[in-house]
């Protein structure tokens, strides 16, 4: 039989009016339980606890109601019911079931039903800790070093951070570039620690950060994470342009999902979220690229969401426009229009501009169009360093429209910590989305990228001695030229880490201010906000604690300031995109199919430290129709050598 509306509400009516009365209902029915030492009353039920039968991963609804306001959760048979007073789904299912131990799951407070009482037990800390995991520090700066394995009820050993994810339907594009995301250190110790983002009101941001906490708690009770919630409130914010049996290309979620989670989290909402290296065949792209945002707030905002994976590159435009023959007849000539910022140079407009960018977008040759002498397809292999030539600061790149011939040279002027490349593999012609099976060739070690970065000049005067800029020049710095004289002034200024470790509190605490990014400054307010004082005799710690986490924040800030000037990248991880499901191989611990996305930690070192900033590429551009095959995400933890990548598949 069908429920009807008005029963619904009042049955959520009723549930808020047994909610207020908790207290009372408490005190009453309370009176005859067995009480301990410390005034809280013992639960006889807590042995019926069934931690098989538990599973946090699903929708948090209702199983009578289908709400999710006032849920709980029955540890014995892992069901979840409205409410905990009486006629409640819950009241009810204890009584009629016999099960008597509940959990809020918003709230992570343990109760027996129906006679009303709290539960407090030590018993139940890894319930909750499955719940909603939580991260220390010290438990922070081992994640990326941790060998140890988890194990979870049934007996199954899990590496955390490198835990299954389900396919919930077409969703293996998702959780690729989820594990991709949270193995790049600085902005996965953000999402870890809940206090930092427990008051914005975007819900992708929460159960991205759930979803992450999962896949490196090692407390679980299984091992393997199924992310759907975190699928529905991508749907729901998305529009359902990433939903459940839908496709879609990682690179195109890494986008939007940067940009939802940096507005989500109250930045402003004009930092970038396209790279101006666009391909040649996406025209559409290719005019998003011009946009130019030069003010101060678009850098500010770019902290800890797109930090990691910001960096700055010239972009060099001659256009040309195509007059047509009405203007001919008009004796006009568009190119003369010139804009602010524009010269003419004969035919074509000349502009130049520095922007941030967020990826990389690395165009593969064509395919040559004839069989080898055994009548087979010919597949070539092209080596990164031959795709990379297109930012080398000389290459010229075109792109034709119906209005226009455009050129662009491309010039890196500060690369990122973690560097994100995009292998362009698709093209739409007028009757089929065409994919490129070249096999691209990389490095997984020691990626070199200093033939591609171009120092800006002013970057040199940072000792005032004007050998490198004009002091009578009045012109106003670049975006590089900024970002440039700030980091080789604080890579000048700053500590090595035996110094650090010899500095006082209050040392330690002006060092963060001054170097650390807003992740270290927001770890720093937390340190500073906690209790340092025993409950029982009021003294203080001595601050031995409180100084092992400022020397941990302190090390994460030295280290990163060393890095600034490093160019040298490793393999972090890759994503892949294969023809076809079913045939996907793996070649050299990398799978074989179209390199989605490619992220890396560097290796590179500046002043004998060692740097372990990262590079990150990304995959094929386009979208891609249903009958493509699932991706792959692979973490590279072995030594040197090479890597391919192909397509599987014609």
Wanted: net charge neutral; charged share 20%; hydrophobic share 35%.
């Amino acid at each position: 039989m069908k429920r009807k509306a008005g029963e619904l509400e009042n049955s959520v009516e009723n549930s808020d009016a047994y909610a207020e009365e908790e207290e009372e209902v408490i005190d009453e029915e309370n009176s005859g339980n067995v009480v301990d030492g410390n005034g809280r009353v013992k639960c006889p039920y807590l042995d019926t606890i069934n931690r098989q039968a538990i599973d946090f991963d699903s929708e948090k609804l209702c199983s009578v109601t289908l709400t999710n306001m006032n849920v709980y959760v029955c540890l014995v048979c892992g069901k979840y019911f409205q409410g905990r007073g009486k006629m409640t789904p819950a009241y009810t299912h204890s009584v009629q079931a016999g099960h008597f131990v509940f959990m809020n799951l918003h709230s992570g407070r343990t109760f027996c039903l129906p006679d009303g009482y709290e539960v407090l037990d030590s018993s139940l800390q890894d319930v909750q800790s499955c719940l909603s995991p939580t991260f220390s520090l010290q438990e922070l700066a081992q994640l990326s070093s941790n060998t140890s394995l988890a194990r979870d009820v049934h007996g199954v050993s899990y590496l955390p951070g490198f835990i299954g994810l389900n396919n919930l339907n077409c969703t293996d594009y998702l959780n690729a570039l989820l594990h991709a995301l949270a193995h790049v250190a600085p902005f996965r110790d953000y999402w870890l620690q809940n206090d930092h983002y427990a008051l914005t009101k975007s819900t992708v941001a929460h159960q991205f950060g759930l979803a992450l906490r999962k896949m490196w708690s090692g407390k679980n009770f299984k091992s393997t994470v199924s992310p759907q919630e975190l699928v529905q409130e991508l749907s729901v914010e998305s529009k359902k342009r990433f939903s459940l049996g839908q496709r879609a290309e990682c690179l195109d979620l890494l986008v939007w999902l940067l940009g939802t989670l940096h507005r989500g989290l109250g930045k402003a909402a004009n930092a970038p979220i396209t790279a101006p290296a666009v391909s040649n065949n996406n025209a559409s792209a290719a005019s998003s690229s011009k946009t130019v945002r030069p003010n101060p707030a678009a850098d500010q905002a770019s902290s800890v969401v797109y930090e990691p994976f910001q960096g700055i590159i010239e972009v060099t435009t001659l256009t040309k426009r195509l007059v047509s023959s009405a203007e001919e007849l008009r004796g006009q000539d568009p190119a003369t229009q010139l804009r602010p910022g524009e010269t003419l140079e004969g035919e074509w407009v000349r502009s130049t501009t520095q922007v941030p960018f967020t990826y990389l977008s690395l165009d593969i040759p064509a395919c040559p169009l004839f069989r080898d002498s055994e009548g087979g397809l010919v597949i070539p292999q092209v080596p990164l360093f031959e795709l990379l030539k297109k930012f080398d600061g000389s290459t010229w790149t075109d792109t034709m429209t119906s209005e226009a011939h455009v050129r662009r040279q491309y010039r890196i002027l500060q690369l990122p910590r973690y560097l994100i490349l995009h292998l362009v593999r698709f093209t739409r012609n007028n009757f089929y989305l065409e994919k490129n099976p070249t096999i691209v060739t990389f490095p997984v070690k020691n990626l070199e990228m200093k033939e591609y970065l171009q120092v800006p000049a002013a970057a040199g005067d940072v000792e005032g001695d004007g050998s490198s800029v004009d002091k009578n020049d009045k012109k106003k710095p670049s975006l590089g030229e900024r970002k440039a004289r700030e980091e080789a002034r604080m890579l000048q200024s700053c500590p090595s880490l035996e110094q650090v470790s010899a500095m006082s509190n209050t040392a330690l605490r002006q060092l963060i201010v001054k170097f650390g990014a807003d992740l270290h400054k927001l770890q720093l307010q937390a340190v500073s906000s906690a209790p340092t004082a025993f409950p029982t005799t009021g003294k203080t710690s001595g601050g031995a604690e409180e100084r092992a986490q400022l020397l941990i924040i302190a090390q994460s800030v030295v280290e990163r300031v060393q890095l600034f000037g490093a160019t040298k990248y490793d393999l972090l991880s890759n994503i892949c995109h294969g023809s076809d499901a079913s045939s996907s191989s793996t070649k050299g611990g990398i799978t074989v199919g179209d390199l989605n996305m490619l992220l890396g930690q560097s290796s590179g070192a500046h002043k004998g430290k060692a740097k372990t900033s990262a590079a990150a590429g990304s995959g094929a551009s386009g979208v891609v129709s249903s009958s493509t095959g699932g991706h792959s995400s692979n973490s590279n933890s072995g030594g040197g050598g090479g890597g391919a990548d192909s397509t599987g598949g014609g």
